[in-house]
């Protein structure tokens, strides 16, 4: 109670305090010839590789079609962008789930500046980072965004988008950084579907407001024997304070969707970095159930 009280403290102060400065700007920040300036390098910069740009992605696109990743075996590589707004910062997470193969040589190799670049002339990012080479716990059977781009001849697209306050981002910086803050849940928007058979065994972390969040994918780091049927993440985690993590087993099939990419659900990361999905009422009655019972 008293780190929710001194969290609420804090929040309201950083709150004033930005609210103090913005109301305190009387001069733009770019001058008109600065802004000018940078209107036509990107221009310039669009023209030079316009035709290039065109000629790659035709090749490229013919290429892509939706494809199936094996559990406990393909790799799916991350990417996210963070790109500042007036209210908040966005963070939004791209992937090569389902759409192509992860190039892990490329992963190591590509620096972020690159990756920036592939972005340069849309989203035009404040940072870029890659966040993880992953393989899916379980079956995804989510459909593939239409609107993807390229790191070299890899596919990505935007598999979720997160909304970060200013005032939470000065509070918790790590979270405009690779994986985010450990064990912040955020609310996002995007598709996601993924079943877990009957007698499966999955990795659940319980936050002390009683939410319940499942691994979803972890990364090759953990260096887990992936022959094992037994894939026990949780037994590893260094929780915060009110945390709680079992590996339970189900008594029935689950499924863990979204019924629309502008649905809002939470995520969250742990300190490796691997991915966990926040759980709806239905299927939270339903690990609870389980959990007590252990």
Known sequence: MKNQCDYQFKKLILSLGLLLLICSFSKPLISADSSTKMILDNLRYDLQNKDDKNKALEELQKTVTP?????NKDLICFYTLIKPTFFYLKRMTYTTQGISKCDVDLYYTTSNESIKDTFRTTIKPWRVFKDGVHKLI???RAGVNGQYTYIGKQAI???????IGWVDFFLFPDNS????????????????????????QINVIKTTDNQFFILTSYSIDMQL?????????????NLPDGYS???ITLKNNMQVSTAHPRQVYYNMTDG?????????ENNSNIINKIWNSN
């Open 67 to 71: 494809r199936e990743v094996v559990p």
């Open 138 to 140: 379980t079956v995804n």
């Open 157 to 163: 697209y935007r598999i979720d988008e997160s909304k």
């Open 177 to 200: 950084g690779a994986g985010g803050m450990p064990y912040f849940p955020l609310a996002s928007r995007g598709l996601q579907d993924y079943f877990f058979p009957r007698n499966s």
């Open 225 to 237: 024997n992936d022959n094992s049927q037994k894939i026990n993440i949780v037994n590893r985690l």
């Open 245 to 247: 993590a079992k590996l």
């Open 272 to 280: 490796y970095g691997n991915r966990y999905i926040g759980l709806d």
